[in-house]
């Protein structure tokens, strides 16, 4: 059975930082590529980075660039998202996602929330 798992959601100041982990088990987590999308109250989800783990390509949405870095440790089936310099517009429950192609996912994690106060 295919499982993604978010942590290390919270409640931060803006210009803080915290890091997403999303944990994956059930498939070859190296064939797999694992992305990043956040939804806010009222918005319609955001697609904010992607990792191929067989190549370990990136991608970043605009929003984002230069703040988030996505990572990979394929040896813990584990994928990080740091983000640096939070913003309250990033406020969001932050969601995991696996699938063959960035921009191209078949399962999904249960969300963490992100809550950036000014």
């Known amino acids: 059975e295919v499982q993604l798992g978010e942590s290390g959601g919270g409640l931060v100041q803006a210009g803080g930082s915290l890091r997403l982990s999303c944990a994956a088990s059930?498939?070859?987590?190296?064939?797999?590529?694992i992305g990043w999308f956040r939804q806010a109250p009222g918005k319609e989800r955001e697609g904010v980075s992607c990792?191929?783990?067989?190549?370990?390509?990136?991608y970043y949405a605009d929003s984002v660039k230069g703040r988030f870095t996505i990572s990979s440790d394929n040896a813990k089936n584990t994928v990080y998202l740091q983000m640096n310099s939070l913003k309250p517009e990033d406020t969001a429950v932050y969601y995991c996602?696996?699938?063959?192609?960035?921009?191209?996912?078949?399962?999904w994690g249960q969300g963490t929330q992100v809550t950036v106060s000014s």
């Open positions: 059930g498939f070859t987590f190296d064939d797999y590529a």
């Open positions: 990792i191929s783990s067989s190549d370990g390509n990136t």
């Open positions: 996602a696996a699938g063959a192609l960035c921009g191209r996912f078949d399962y």
